[in-house]
């Protein structure tokens, strides 16, 4: 209560101001004229005591002003006072204050744009209840790689570890269920999900419920599917208009009913997101080595993930040993969900461009600090004249600040403006970065964009400030106050700073731009940058479909056989893996001669049809390809590599292979192809077996198709055949070779653009800090000048001396800088592609872009400095 | 500003000045003069108060709420400013007074035998 009284008084003195002042001055003159009376009472003259009482009493104002300190609002009147006067100085200098606040609100816009992407990324906690309990539960395989797992071995799993309190199963890869609402067909993404997978995530419906772990009570061979369904906000307010009457209501799925018993909080997402929900129950009709089940667990409540870890370790030994056939050597990794969702290389790419928000606010710092150091010293004659005049130091440090907080605001202001530009577009960029669509300007960036104004603005405020208000102090006399060597040494620090800093970024970004380029330049083995060649994702209804059934067979017999019939077809196919998509399967082959699963080789493998190679361009190196027609028969085409790791120096055509493990079936090898890299245009090549998508006719396939004309005319007479083939299909996306691998380009094009618009916005702040810096030089030396035009100077001799300054500014910038950026490369090299990070083009790059800067920067400059004219120059005064 | 007699009258510290207004208004209520002169005559004019630090003490005692101020008529019939201890005011003569005396006593104890 006592603040309350206090700042009621505060209040009360402020708005009452006038009263109070009337009142004060009451108050002293009474306290004078009896001190009047008492002299005069002792004896004295009215003229005597009048005068001795008011040299007894002192500077009434003074008396005034202490006591006005007292009612507390001298802050306040003073502050409103520095506010007005910050702003006329600011209308006086405009260029100054565009200079400034722009230099800020590029700065902090950029800085908020950035921060906003990582703030939805990385540091903004998942929409998950107690996220830091829910693990991925991954199988290892025998030589170390993270695995998903089978059906059987999730129900042994949930039998036997205490340690989580649910698991849940995902299977793998996501159904797309084409959904039936009045005569049309959309294709929806879907999930199929264990029951008691929102009890992992912690997430209760908005509406409605979620599914109840009981529905799945044991687990049993060919379990009748639960036709419920919970559904995606998003999807909820599209397709129904978000009435909340959804719940209980039939939807149509793949021409089966299903109940929508729950809609999910808006917030809520998984992987590669969701329209709904179904139900998936382990099935033990599965083999245990049918490895498809992603799976997730929650710790239960006093677990760690240490001890959790050691159960399912000895869960998994016991397996092992249970069924050696399938299990022998496998184990289990538990994953904190954070560190799953958002890979190292997400992460640190997060890192590096916070690490780039950091040096662009430094930058705009540093920028705006030498501007208001040459600014104060221009206005060393107006603070001298106040502290003359009996202004304190402080109190002129505090106006300097109250001017330099006003630029910030403003600077924030702008940046807010720019922000507001730049996040829908960043956000709108298709890259695959989880949460990249959680991106938005929100009250976490609005604190971030006042912490960034206020804190930059202290800091570029405080040293110009103390130094000036310290020279100021000098005296009157002093007349060169603005060319104080001090300062100007300063000054020179300031933007030899700013070059250094601009120098770590455009580094940076040279060396992303490095990596992209050899990225982007991979030979990936394949026809990748075609855009002849059209991919359409089909998707068939599991239960209509069956895998490897005649159905599904059949299908895709008449699917590929029709497509090749249009008109403008060269060929068609159909192939397992969307290239540069997935999914991407694993398996073991080894010569039927190897009975040691240790020696098996783990490769790629995808299921295609006989003209996927002609197609695709990969070059059949031996033997044949698939046939499409005939009777079905089994066979292998092999990758050049794993042919010779085979069966070295032995022609491979003819041989047989073991799959999966020396009790697996053996395949004939039919031919051999040229390696590819199909999922990674980075990642090392794995060797790849490809086997007939007839005999491994799977419910999901990609229907390639080249044409003879451009790729666009043909999709929809592709997505014709395929509706055509069943009218319960929706119709499906369609892509060309060359968008998927400009998708797969797409996350390190986002780094290399964000931090490439950083360097471009540094470059501009370092140029305009050289400039001005030089510009004042000059305005400053126009005198010494106009001696050494008039001593025989030559006007190039003039624009040498000025441009010299300016690139010397530059050249120690840039060596700094190259040397700060070399001690940090480190961070930087995890995320590079065939690219050191001591790049010597690179390093030439980025020395030549801010040469050039320097010259533009120091041409005006060095310009007015070979036009000054002798006579007028000696003439002026300073 | 210069101060008459600095080297023989001692400088009177912020908080004591608090102290020696409250209890000067704890006899009744006074206007500033009345204060200054009451100090001074009561410490046999060792204790002189400056016009420039009882103003300042007296408008941010009335800021805390320890003293109330109103307008009234002087002895000699003038509209002066007159303060009263409140209730509050009353209760931090007593911490203040009490802490006073727990200081000087240290003082002269340290005086007397350090």
């Known amino acids: 209560m006592a603040f309350l009284d206090d700042f009621l008084f505060r209040l009360r003195s402020l708005v009452r101001r006038p009263g109070f002042e009337a009142d004060l001055d009451d108050e002293l003159r009474f306290h004078l004229e009896m001190d009047i009376e008492r002299r005069m009472a002792a ?14 009493f002192g500077a009434p104002e003074s008396i005034k002003e202490a006591t006005r300190d007292a009612w507390g609002t ?16 600011f209308q006086k200098a405009p ?41 991925r539960f991954w199988e290892v395989t025998p030589e170390g790689s993270l695995f998903s797992s089978s059906d059987r071995n999730v129900a042994d799993f949930r039998g036997q570890i205490d340690g989580l309190s649910h698991i849940a199963a995902v299977n793998f890869p996501p159904p797309r269920p084409s959904f039936g609402v009045g005569g049309e067909r959309r294709r929806l993404q879907a999930q199929a999900v264990s029951p008691s997978f929102f009890k992992v995530f912690g997430v209760d419906a908005a509406l409605g419920r979620t599914f109840d772990p009981a529905d799945e009570p044991a687990a049993k061979a060919n379990p009748a599917p639960l036709r419920e369904v919970v559904i995606s906000d998003r999807f909820w307010r599209q397709s129904f208009g978000a009435d909340p009457g959804v719940v209980g209501r039939e939807i149509e799925l793949d021409g089966e009913g299903h109940t929508v018993i729950g809609v999910l909080p808006a917030d809520f997402r998984f992987e590669a997101g969701g329209d709904v929900y179904v139900p998936y129950l382990l099935d033990l009709s599965v083999n245990r080595g049918d490895h498809r089940l992603g799976v997730f667990g929650r710790l239960a409540p006093g677990r760690s993930l240490d001890s959790v870890s ?4 000895a869960v998994a030994a016991r397996l092992a040993s249970q069924y050696p056939d399938s299990n022998s050597g496998w184990g289990t990794e538990l994953v904190p969900i954070d560190r799953y969702l958002l890979s190292d290389s ?13 040096l662009l606010l430094l930058l705009a710092v540093v920028n705006v600090s030498s501007l208001v150091l040459a600014r104060a010293a221009d206005r060393g004659h107006e603070l001298r004249l106040r502290l003359a005049l009996g202004a304190g130091r402080k109190r ?30 960043v956000r709108g960029l298709d890259v695959p970065l989880p949460r990249l669509d959680g991106m938005r300007l929100d009250g976490r960036v609005f604190a971030f964009l006042a912490a960034a104004g206020l804190v930059s603005s202290v800091l570029f405020g405080l040293l110009p400030a103390l130094r000036t208000s310290r020279e100021a102090a000098g005296g009157l006399s002093s007349r060169r106050y603005g060319n104080d060597v001090k300062t100007r040494r300063l000054r020179s620090a300031l933007v030899m700073g700013e070059v250094a800093l601009a120098t770590v970024l455009c580094l940076g970004a040279g060396l992303l731009l490095h990596s992209f380029e050899a990225l982007d330049g991979t030979e990936a083995g394949f026809a990748s940058r075609s855009d002849q060649v059209v991919l359409t994702q089909v998707d068939l209804s599991t239960e209509r479909y069956p895998e490897n059934s005649r159905e599904t067979r059949r299908f895709y017999d008449r699917l590929v056989a029709r497509t090749k019939e249009l008109p403008g077809v060269e060929a068609a196919a159909v192939t397992t893996l969307m290239p540069f998509a997935g999914p991407d399967l694993q398996n073991y082959v080894a010569p039927t001669t190897e009975t040691d699963q240790d020696n098996f080789v783990a490769i790629n493998w995808r299921a295609v049809s006989g003209d996927f190679f002609n197609i695709m361009e990969i070059p059949l190196l031996r033997g044949r390809s698939f046939d499409d027609d005939g009777p079905v028969r089994h066979g292998a085409v092999l990758s050049e590599r794993l042919a010779a790791r085979l069966w070295p120096g032995e022609d491979p055509v003819g041989q047989q292979l073991r799959w999966i493990g020396p009790k697996g079936p053996a395949i004939d090898v039919i031919g051999v192809v040229g390696e590819v890299r199909d999922m990674r245009l980075a990642k090392p090549e794995r060797m790849t077996v490809y086997l007939p998508q007839r005999v491994m006719a799977w419910t999901s396939m990609v ?19 395929v509706q055509g083939l069943d009218p319960l299909l929706a119709p499906p996306p369609v892509t060309t070779l060359e968008r998927q691998r400009r998708a797969a380009l797409a996350q390190p094009l986002l780094g290399l653009s964000l931090l490439s618009a950083a360097s471009g916005i540094a470059l501009i702040l370092a140029a305009i800090g050289v400039y001005g810096l030089l510009a004042y030089a000059l305005s400053q030396r126009t005198r010494e000048m106009g001696v050494r035009v008039a001593l025989g100077a030559r006007p190039f001799q003039l624009v040498g001396l000025v441009g010299g300054d300016g690139l010397r500014l530059v050249g120690w910038g840039l060596l700094a800088g190259t040397g700060l950026a070399l001690l940090s490369a480190r961070s930087l090299g995890a995320i590079l592609y065939e690219t050191s990070t001591f790049e010597p083009a690179v390093l030439a790059g980025v020395a030549a872009v801010l040469g050039l800067v320097g010259v533009l920067a120091s041409c005006i400059p060095a310009w007015r400095a070979a036009r000054v004219d002798p006579v007028t120059a000696l003439r002026r005064e300073t | 500003m210069v101060r008459k007699n600095e080297t023989t009258k001692p400088d009177i510290l912020q908080g004591t ?78 911490v203040e007074t009490e802490r006073w005396r727990r200081l000087s006593a240290a003082v002269t104890q340290v005086l007397e035998h350090a």
């Open chain 1, 74 to 89: 001298r802050v306040l009147e003073e502050t409103a006072r520095d506010l007005r006067s910050a702003g006329r100085h």
């Open chain 1, 43 to 56: 004896g004295a003259s009215r003229a005597e005591a009048e005068r001795a009482a008011r040299l007894d």
């Open chain 1, 95 to 135: 260029a100054f204050t565009l200079a400034a606040v722009g230099s800020l609100a590029v700065g902090l816009g950029a800085a908020a744009v950035i921060f906003s992407l990582v703030d939805a990324v990385l540091l903004r906690s998942l929409p998950y209840g107690d996220p830091d309990r829910i693990v």
């Open chain 1, 310 to 313: 050691q159960e399912t370790a």
């Open chain 1, 703 to 721: 229907l390639a198709v080249k044409g003879k004309v451009a790729a666009e005319s043909l999709q929809d007479s592709v997505c014709g055949v």
């Open chain 2, 17 to 94: 000045l608090d102290l020696l207004i409250l209890r000067a208004l704890a006899a009744g209520p006074k206007h500033g003069w009345a204060i200054s002169q009451r100090i001074q005559q009561v410490s046999d004019e060792v204790l002189t108060v400056q016009q420039g630090s009882l103003y300042p003490s007296l408008h941010r005692l009335e800021r805390r709420g320890w003293i109330v101020s109103s307008w009234g008529a002087s002895e000699n019939n003038r509209r002066a400013k007159f303060y009263r201890l409140s209730p509050e005011g009353e209760a931090q003569l007593d």
């Open chain 1, 346 to 358: 997400d992460r640190r790419l997060n890192h590096i461009l916070l690490g780039a928000v950091l």
């Open chain 1, 396 to 425: 002129i440090v505090r106006q300097l600040m109250t001017e330099s907080v006003l630029l910030g605001v403003l600077g924030a202001v702008g940046g807010l403006a720019l922000a507001k530009l730049g996040v829908p577009v």
